[in-house]
């Protein structure tokens, strides 16, 4: 019997003790003074990690929705909207714009790769004019960070809107809302920000209200005209799920404690060992090092093997890796390196990995993975 | 700023969630009928674990309380005890006996060795008589198992008591209290057990309380009379830690729902892949394998740099070592391998050793000594 299971999936992310602690608080109600002080500081400290004076909201939802709040708010049935797709969860983006009726132009590259910033720019300068453009940041099916600031660059002297995915990002890189030009930022809890699932985070911008306005909307729940209106009295609209609210007021305490460049700086140098550690394995990335994600690493497991390999660690070590999405289903691992983990937990994964290749008859040398992890580690302490 | 400490240190050892939430239980009275029927079946769990029919009590105090609850009910003044040394715990064990006015006969043999079982034998059967013989099963400063099972068949068919500190083995090996013929047995919580600190386990056999109904009781709060006239009825006489208790009901529910077969198992092969490892360090290691621990392994640092070593690991990766005692202070480390801990946790820390040994100067090639270790393990998934 496995007694451990050591989460190095890309969400949920471990959670520290203390703010497991914090959430054991007696829950409060949601209607009162203590409530909205709370709700004031914590909007106001997740505006720091935003890096944003935007209106930011604090939804009881996954990402996901935080997404479709985004997106119903924002866009009329008909809107031409642009999906930069490298990855599922910018599938995922597109499918949320045209379930709310808007006209996607799917703009994808390859799985593995960057948005081309120049397809975008002829794409703007050239075709019929956007509504909106929506961009994956950290595009967690693959490993692959896109260049927001570029994409925002294009949009944001422009009537056209900017919708940014930073699930799995958020917390962990250095994200500039406002200096971006992102009118719509989304992320949610369980990823670097040290919680379990059940928050979403949201920021809208001047130039993203004055669209809402305009738009009539279509989800009760999800209409951001009703999360300002409570919001600027320090309340959500619907009950919010308080015991996740104690605990971010903990997990925010321990990134300013540490640092927001500490903390982005520790998933750069984990990646880094991450992936040291993989191509010494044998292992052929999916994300070159140019656009390579600092929170989680895709790997190529020969053989159709992926799956039977993820089994297998989960199974006699505890260690729980994720697989590929869509077109990658079975044919990759993803190893996240984000949040409450560290050194030590990252070279016995590493460690454990190699066991289960060498089970699956791989040709792994023990402990060559692990060596390229410390060389990296060791230079970087 | 590293943020997790990993305590691979000989106790306390890592206290897993289920039990650290069930101690957060609202405490109950301990003199009612809900804490007597807790009271009762915690003992007679922990009498499971000690493989024992003896009377068990569960002490709030450390192990070392336990120790003195033994020895301070069982022994006068002036009666002679002989205490078989063979680190700074079996000192321990002496240094509470000549504090009970007891005169001690100490048989020291060479830190790092087992009891001579020869020479015990030979002290019992020619010279003076003894009231006790005092032996720690497991010698957590220099991670050394003693023969308890021999030392008993010398002595179990005399009027010779045999008290023992089982401290650091009890949970984590398969001791026989009973079988052996252990008149006084005694362990902590925060070792196998996984719990914090703050209780011990006492066993006393029939002719164990047949001398302590002859001695006069020197200590108040650890009198055993009292605690069996209390025991009885479920009680412990003086206020116990409830919240520990809530705690241990959730650690044996662990602990029998693995088997503990299988949790003896692990110990053991645990020892097998630190000690490869460590060797594949370079380093010697203080025990021989033919009497080496299951839960807690020693090995020399040379130079004089084991205690630099242990500030590097714990500074740079969280990983908590214990050092040397008495005789070995400076010059050893000692890795606990023991408890809620796993493959990959053991494999992280063996990984973030090499990286401690590589700063200070070492010539340790990195990866080496997991390798072993991975090799160790998988042989035996």
């Known amino acids: 019997m496995q007694r451990k299971q050591h989460l190095f999936i890309p969400g949920p992310t471990p959670v520290p003790p203390e703010v497991a602690a914090a959430m054991t608080r007696p829950v409060i109600g949601h209607r009162g003074s203590d409530y909205a002080s709370l709700q004031r500081y914590l909007t106001e400290k997740v505006q720091q990690v935003f890096q944003t004076k935007n209106d930011l909201f604090i939804l009881t939802s996954s990402g996901t929705g935080a997404m479709e709040a985004a997106v119903t708010s924002s866009l009329n049935p008909g809107d031409k909207v642009l999906a930069l797709i490298t990855g599922q969860f910018g599938q995922r983006f597109a499918a949320i714009a045209e379930r709310c009726g808007a006209e996607v132009e799917r703009m994808e590259f390859p799985w593995g790769e960057a948005v081309d910033i120049e397809k975008v720019r002829a794409r703007l300068e050239h075709g019929p004019q956007l509504e909106a453009v929506l961009v994956t940041h950290n595009e967690t099916s693959t490993g692959v960070v896109n260049d927001v600031a570029a994409v925002g660059a294009l949009v944001k002297d422009t009537p056209t809107l900017l919708l940014v995915d930073a699930v799995s990002s958020m917390g962990a890189m250095d994200i500039r809302t406002d200096e971006w030009g992102v009118d719509f930022m989304a992320t949610s809890s369980q990823k670097a920000f040290m919680l379990p699932p059940g928050l979403a985070f949201l920021s809208v911008s001047p130039k993203g209200w004055r669209k809402v306005e305009k738009v009539s909307p279509r989800s009760f729940y999800f209409d951001l005209t009703a999360w300002r209106e409570s ?41 880094r060992g991450v992936r040291a550690g993989l191509r010494a394995m044998g292992l052929e990335l999916v994300a070159e090092d140019k656009w390579a994600s600092p929170t989680v690493t895709a790997a190529y497991i020969p053989d159709g093997q992926a799956d039977a390999l993820r089994a297998a660690v989960k199974r006699d070590f505890g260690l729980c890796l994720a697989g590929g999405k869509g077109k990658l289903a079975g044919s990759i691992i993803r190893m996240s390196h984000m949040g409450y983990v560290d050194d030590l937990e990252i070279l016995g994964a590493l460690a454990v990995l190699e066991l289960g290749l060498k089970q699956l008859g791989y040709p792994v040398k023990l402990g060559a993975g692990v060596a390229q992890a410390q060389a990296q580690f060791i230079e970087e302490v």
């Open 231 to 271: 919001g600027v009295k320090g309340f959500s609209p619907w009950t919010p799920n308080v015991s996740l609210l104690f605990g971010l007021e903990k997990a925010l305490d321990l990134m300013f404690t540490e640092g927001l460049e500490q903390v982005w700086a520790r998933h750069r140098r984990w990646a």
